[in-house]
């Protein structure tokens, strides 16, 4: 008889997914009668985009690799196959798989992930996390300039009432546990401590860290912007240059309520199903940060000499090449210097 439930944490996206991944993954041992499924990495959204994602081989970061119908099916086979043996040789009252991938499966992946799952546990539980709307976009935002060049013409559909109406439907809303990302409402301010609050598994005070990935600041998001309005392409360097820009001081990257507005897609409607259906709310004081946001692409593109000096500082060598500033409009070797930064010191 099975008698493993089986907890899904799915994200999502900039929600403290990595501190909570790598913390099971590192106390593995140390989980009481729980275990931590993986296959070799904390991370398992690979594993499940291998397992479940129908269109694998068009996704970004697969297209590359070309691959076929049946490389395809031999990754999925295998994904499968690990998940079963695991399941299999699991004899703890819960086991754990966290992959925020799944945040972004369709209603026919999620049916086939829980067809899947659901012979080989006692039950199969959501738990996803969701930031308000107006720090999801601007966290979005710096996603896309990082992979490609991204206008403010974009509207951002972020669906979360969707989103949730998927995951009642395929797992049951008894199944389903939302989250509002929300450091002032978790234990310590720690997203770890409260996931394992939640799933009430045992807390190792110091295993948490509340070293998460904020994003990059305001000037950093303005350099980025102003190289891949040169480079509107991922490249191979783009890795290493964003790490060094992550580097940035500055103050955050926030969007002027006013363009918020402008860029948001989803209805008050959906806001209000979502805010009804998960008993919390997702509205921020969206002025808060009008004396630093930006309102316009124009406000991307004015770099200050501030940004100009750090430019010059990261990259100039001591006792060796100094690195002048260029005049702060011309934006071509402004994208030229960004695009040194991923070479070595």
Excluded at 55 to 64: I, N, Q, S, T, Y
Excluded at 81 to 110: D, K
Excluded at 317 to 329: E, H, L, Y
């Amino acid at each position: 008889m099975v008698t493993t439930r089986l907890v899904i944490h799915s994200g999502g996206h900039k929600t403290g997914s990595s501190a909570i991944q790598r913390y099971l993954f590192q106390q593995r041992e140390q989980l009481g009668d729980a275990i931590y499924l993986h296959r070799d990495t904390a991370n398992s959204s690979l594993w499940m985009l291998h397992a479940f994602k129908r269109d694998l081989a068009e996704l970004p970061a697969f297209r590359h690799l070309q691959l076929t119908e049946t490389d395809v099916c031999e990754l999925r086979e295998r994904a499968r196959e690990r998940l079963h043996s695991l399941a299999m040789q699991c004899q703890a009252s819960l086991a754990v798989l966290s992959a925020e991938a799944i945040a972004s499966f369709s209603l026919g992946e999620l049916n086939e992930m829980k067809s899947f799952l659901a012979p080989l546990f006692s039950r199969v539980e959501i738990h996803q996390y969701f930031r308000p709307m107006k720090s999801r976009m601007e966290s979005a935002y710096q996603e896309r300039l990082k992979h490609r060049f991204a206008s403010l013409e974009k509207k951002f559909h972020l669906g979360y009432n969707r989103r949730i109406e998927l995951l009642d439907e395929i797992f049951g809303r008894e199944n389903v546990n939302i989250h509002k990302y929300d450091a002032t409402e978790f234990p310590g301010g720690d997203v770890v401590a409260h996931f394992l609050s939640a799933l009430d598994l045992p807390v190792e005070q110091s295993a948490l860290s509340q070293s998460y990935n904020e994003g990059l600041s305001l000037p950093a998001v303005q350099l980025l912007y102003v190289y891949r309005k040169f480079n509107p392409s991922l490249t191979p360097a783009d890795r290493a240059i964003v790490k060094q820009l992550s580097h940035m001081p500055g103050d955050p990257f926030r969007f002027h309520s006013a363009l918020y507005h402008e860029l948001l897609a989803n209805g008050p409607n959906a806001v209000f199903l979502f805010e009804q259906r998960v008993g919390f709310s997702i509205t921020e004081n969206l002025t808060a940060d009008d004396a630093i946001g930006i309102r316009s692409e124009q406000d991307l593109a004015e770099i200050p000499q501030q940004s100009l000096r750090w430019l010059s500082d990261t990259l100039s060598r001591p006792g060796g090449t100094t690195v002048v500033p260029p005049a702060d409009a011309d934006l071509s070797a402004v994208a030229a210097l960004v695009a040194s930064l991923h070479e070595p010191g």
